[in-house]
């Protein structure tokens, strides 16, 4: 099992730039292929980014392809999102979640066992 805790979300002007990190405690971290999730009010969770067990192999959405990075450290039992260039649109509650099971991009919510709490993200226009 591994417990996940988001950090870093906050108000930011469009443009500008936030870092999240999710925080995980438990064993096998390297284990878990990791993503981020994202929910804003009155829509579904969408995906927006994804980072394989061990080798660093990335997936992003179109949304955030060429914005935002996703990348981990294995050691410290963290994972970022470097999220630059905000937009008003990208406003939402943003998880990082656990996937032990599945390969490739995975990016629907279902697939992922363990989720943060969130941490909210506002870009003012």
């Known amino acids: 099992q591994v417990q996940l805790v988001e950090s870093g979300g906050g108000l930011v002007q469009a443009g500008g730039s936030l870092r999240l990190s999710c925080a995980a405690s438990?064993?096998?971290?390297?284990?878990?292929?990791m993503g981020w999730f994202r929910q804003a009010p009155g829509k579904e969770r969408e995906f927006v980014a994804r980072?394989?067990?061990?080798?660093?192999?990335?997936w992003y959405s179109d949304s955030a392809k060429g914005r935002f990075t996703i990348f981990r450290d294995n050691v410290k039992n963290m994972v970022v999102l470097q999220m630059n260039s905000l937009k008003y649109e990208d406003t939402a509650v943003y998880y990082c979640?656990?996937?032990?099971?599945?390969?490739?991009?995975?990016?629907?919510?279902?697939?992922?066992?363990?989720w943060g709490q969130g941490t909210q993200v506002t870009v003012s226009s």
């Open positions: 438990g064993r096998s971290f390297s284990t878990y292929a």
């Open positions: 979640a656990a996937d032990r099971n599945s390969g490739g991009s995975a990016r629907v919510p279902d697939v992922y066992e363990y």
């Open positions: 980072i394989s067990r061990s080798n660093g192999v990335t």
